[in-house]
């Protein structure tokens, strides 16, 4: 409908076509356009494409992809699609019409081109819907096409094997290493002679950046003769050292133009791309510590010692020891800080919530800039303070505002961070809970999935600071499905908790390894899962081998592959268990392999029963 309406439009008749190709289209419209003049089928043909991408469902689409550029306060500052810290690409609109032409008609109406189209090539490389082959073969099978098309050899071009992929949508493939010097295909890695050069596997879809053709004083030209607007032509390109047959359109190097100012691209019409200013100025910088409430803390504290390596926090001894009838142990490794208390007191608030819920974490503590600031606005946006510094935020699941202290030195260790914490609420409490994150705490949603698992299904959101440090995963269950883990975990925890947290590994191999010769217990993985991972994924970064042996569980998506395994769990209502999760580029939570995580624990509750 679009090409018919330009053409009812301009009275354009002949050969139409829409090409939808995603990134692609618009290049292979030029090269159609080519095509068709080179078999004669035309002598003109206006080509080229158009993006209008801003709607909410489009948007919803792109964020549970987690394609989208995040964590940045401005468009602006976001869109960067071959810088290091790129993290996904911006929303906008766009589009560029260009008239292709024989050369001979270019040169007869005095229209200043902007190149002349010598060959074309296209390919795929059957590897990802958003991610590029780690290699880069599509890309380099696409210029060897196009360079036999013109009759130009590679090396004119100097194409190298240190060339590093870096797609102009912003997303981030993970470097992998060169087939020839077999080292990590990064500028700061390779060797100072052979430091790759960037090229980009597919086009850049944001406004900030864009190439062109330059041509000396065509502007000029045309302004002085006042004809057609410029185009390509069609015709031969001078081989290296040989002028150009036409002085008018000296063809010199492709440049990126500087950023340019790039417009607001959300959409008034659209809310969904608006992100609305709610109160103070966003202060979370992270999750200082968690707070777990439990019947015995020395016994917690060893188990967690003994079992995964943490340490006694040596840097704040005086909040270990007994202080108002509660036991406090602090506990700490890589970024990590764990507060777990008791109480012998039964009246006692800790002592209460165990009673209630069992042992679980109680308190979120987050570090702010200004904690002031930050409680005021919670108390502003509907929370209710408890006590000062602290608000109710999820169930009895409170949040604690502190001030955010300077990381630790950086030092290898087998957890380095919390990578998220994972919250169970009830049917219908989820996009209430998503809007006091996002009005409350100033979190913006990120991600979302309905999963079903056989006859069961839920429903989840994950929301995360402006920082990126601090990610909530919120899930609720499907009342109108069968009852399953989530309806089991309210029960048995009466009401909306914390089910895990997510530990951040740079080694989950060593890490299983390690924790497992400790006496830890992961959950088992049917053996059928790894028959066919590499058919479903491709290579994998940790050998498939390896995944079988540990029971690790792998998913990718177009940043990269995430590895994890959970542990079986050993609180007496089955309601809390920890995750391990190494990133390797990806950004997602691993929605594949829910339904394997599901098998898994079906079995460890269908073993436990079966004991009793």
């Known amino acids: 409908m679009a090409t018919a309406r330009v053409a ?5 008749r002949g050969f139409s076509s829409a090409i939808v190709t995603a990134c692609a289209a618009g290049a292979q419209a030029v090269a159609e356009a080519l095509r068709l003049i080179r078999a004669g089928d035309a002598d003109v043909v206006v080509c080229g494409g158009s993006d209008a991408s801003l709607h909410p469902t489009i948007a919803s689409a792109f964020t549970n ?5 995040h964590g940045w306060p401005t468009p602006e500052q976001a869109s960067r699609p071959f810088d290091r810290r790129r993290n996904g690409f911006v929303l906008g609109e766009g ?4 008239v292709v032409e024989r050369a001979a008609l270019a040169d007869a109406r005095g229209a200043a081109g902007y190149a002349d189209l010598t060959g074309w090539g296209a390919s795929t490389d059957a590897h990802h819907p958003t991610m590029p082959r780690p290699d880069g073969e599509g890309a380099a099978d696409a210029m060897r096409s196009a360079l036999a098309d013109a009759g130009l050899s590679p090396p004119m071009w100097a194409m190298s094997t240190h060339t590093a992929p870096a797609p102009g949508s912003g997303t981030w493939p993970r470097p992998r290493p060169c087939a020839r010097c077999s080292a990590p295909t990064s500028p700061r890695s390779a060797p100072p002679r052979a430091r790759p050069a960037i090229c980009s596997v597919r086009p850049a879809r944001s406004r900030r950046w864009s190439a062109r053709w330059r041509w000396p004083g065509h502007a000029a030209a045309h302004a002085q003769s006042g004809g057609p607007g410029p185009g390509l032509r069609v015709g031969p390109c001078p081989e290296p050292g040989q002028a150009c047959p036409d002085p008018r359109r000296p063809l010199q190097l492709l440049c990126l133009r500087r950023p340019q100012p790039q417009p607001d691209l959300r959409s008034a019409h659209h809310p969904c791309h608006q992100k609305p200013v709610r109160g103070a100025p966003l202060t979370i910088q992270g999750i200082a510590h968690i707070e777990y409430h439990c019947a015995d803390a020395e016994q917690s504290a060893a188990d967690l010692v003994a079992g995964y390596g943490f340490r006694r926090d040596a840097r704040q001894p005086g909040r ?3 202080s108002g009838g509660v036991r406090s142990v602090e506990l700490s ?5 764990l507060r777990l208390s008791s109480a012998a007191d039964p009246g006692h608030p800790v002592a209460r919530f165990v009673a209630r819920h069992g042992d679980g974490v109680a308190v979120i503590a987050l570090g702010c800039a200004d904690p002031g600031a930050a409680v005021e606005r919670a108390v502003r946006h509907g929370a209710r303070q408890t006590e000062p510094g602290l608000v109710a935020g999820f169930g009895d699941v409170a949040l604690r505002f502190v001030a955010a202290e300077e990381p630790p030195p950086a030092a290898k260790e087998l957890l380095e961070a919390l990578d998220h914490v994972a919250i169970c609420v009830p049917a219908g409490q989820l996009a209430p809970a998503v809007r006091f994150c996002e009005a409350a705490l100033g979190f913006h949603r990120i991600f979302g999935e309905y999963i079903e698992v056989g006859a069961q299904a839920m429903d989840s959101s994950v929301v995360q600071s402006g920082s990126g440090a601090v990610t909530f995963t919120l899930i609720e269950p499907d009342t109108a499905r069968q009852p399953g883990q989530i309806d089991s975990f309210l029960d048995a925890h009466e009401g909306t908790g914390v089910q895990h947290l997510a530990f ?19 959950l088992s993985t049917p053996a059928t899962y790894y028959q066919q991972l590499e058919q479903r994924l491709g290579r994998t970064v940790i050998p ?18 995430l590895f994890q395994i959970f542990t079986r769990s050993v609180h007496a209502r089955r309601t809390f268990f920890l995750e391990l999760i190494e990133r390797q580029g990806a950004g997602t939570f691993g929605t594949a392999n829910i339904k394997a995580l599901y098998e898994a624990v079906e079995r460890q509750s269908a073993t436990s029963s079966a004991g009793r």
């Open 65 to 69: 992809a987690r394609a989208l550029a």
């Open 544 to 561: 498939v081998a390896t995944l079988r042996e540990l029971d690790v569980l792998v998913d990718q998506d177009h940043g990269g592959q």
């Open 320 to 322: 270990s020891g007994r």
């Open 504 to 522: 951040r590994t740079p080694d989950i191999a060593t890490a299983v390894r390690t924790f497992r010769s400790r006496g830890v217990e992961f």
């Open 95 to 98: 589009s560029a019409v260009l």
């Open 8 to 12: 009812i439009k301009y009275g354009i």
């Open 333 to 337: 490794q890589g970024g990590i800080r």
